[in-house]
């Protein structure tokens, strides 16, 4: 129940930080694993939702750590069941945009993808990564700037 109703979820945010769709089935996978075998330690005063998030979030980045680089976007990788998130990524200005999200550091694309492609409060990007919200906002406000700068630089504009 619970991997049918955040799998999809999970997997979109994994792929939009690792941007490898193995990759970003090992972080889900694990974080489902990790989630199971820590279950006694969640805390209820906090959302599920946000704990788990937590998890595949520092899974993600493990999986970067371990590559220690980043690979280009692989533009024939086909995700079946789109969502809109999905198909707005197959536009040219959400091909840009992916390419350009690439670039930036993880920490700061970590907070692009929680705010921007999953829709989370600064309260629960906060939890997911274990910062301060004015930290999460101060982070999330270089990484608007540096993929402004990044798009502008390849000559693309809204």
Do not use: C
Not at 61 to 70: E, K, Q, T, Y
């Amino acid at each position: 129940m619970i991997v049918d109703k955040y799998g999809k979820k999970l997997f979109n945010a994994a792929y939009r930080v690792v941007n490898d769709h193995e990759d970003a089935m090992d972080a889900t996978q694990s974080a489902f694993v990790k989630a199971y075998e820590k279950l006694d330690t969640f805390d209820s005063s906090y959302r599920f939702f946000s704990w788990i998030y937590r998890i595949l979030v520092n899974e993600s980045l493990n999986i970067l750590n371990h590559r220690n680089h980043f690979n280009p976007l692989d533009s024939d990788i086909i995700v079946t069941e789109k969502n809109p998130e999905e198909a707005y990524t197959d536009t040219e200005l959400g091909s840009h945009l992916q390419s350009a999200l690439m670039e930036l550091k993880p920490d700061y694309r970590v907070a692009i993808v929680l705010r921007h492609y999953q829709g989370l409060t600064y309260k629960e990007m906060g939890e997911i990564v274990g910062i301060a919200e004015k930290t999460v906002k101060s982070r999330l406000f270089s990484a608007r700037r540096q993929l402004k700068d990044i798009l502008a630089r390849r000559g693309v504009h809204r």
